[in-house]
């Protein structure tokens, strides 16, 4: 069974993915800011794609303030959880920020919100999924 880790500390974002990807890709979807619970379950390989928020301001790694950048990098760092697809998810999405984001967190992917476009997203998603597998 999929199982897609979502990192977002906006309740009615996180509920828009759940619905979102539980209905379109099935499978199960986990919701958490928690930085401890991302690596815990990348590095149990418990998870099959994370969707990841850019801007994480409740989240901490070892007591201080932690970026979702610095969380994908993390991720993309450890030989352990490296192949693991990461999509960015940003209200920042101006020009050239897509770029930059991906540049700097090693990230997959990136999706700009609010979700407008389900049909792309999903797509998106499940081509990320297809290639994990």
Known sequence: ?????VVEDDPHN????RKLLEKRC??????TESVEEVLALARAGAVQLVVMDVSLPNSRWQGSPVSGV????????????ASLPVVLATAHAMRGDAEQL?????????????????ETF?????AHLAKAA
């Open 102 to 118: 991906l540049a700097e967190s090693g990230a997959d992917d990136y999706v700009a919100k609010p979700i407008v476009d389900h």
């Open 14 to 17: 996180a509920t828009l993915f």
């Open 70 to 81: 610095e969380v994908c990098r993390m991720l993309k760092d450890d030989p352990q959880t």
């Open 26 to 31: 099935g499978g199960r979807v986990t919701v």
């Open 122 to 126: 999903i797509r998106q998603i499940r």
């Open 1 to 5: 069974m999929i199982h897609i880790l």
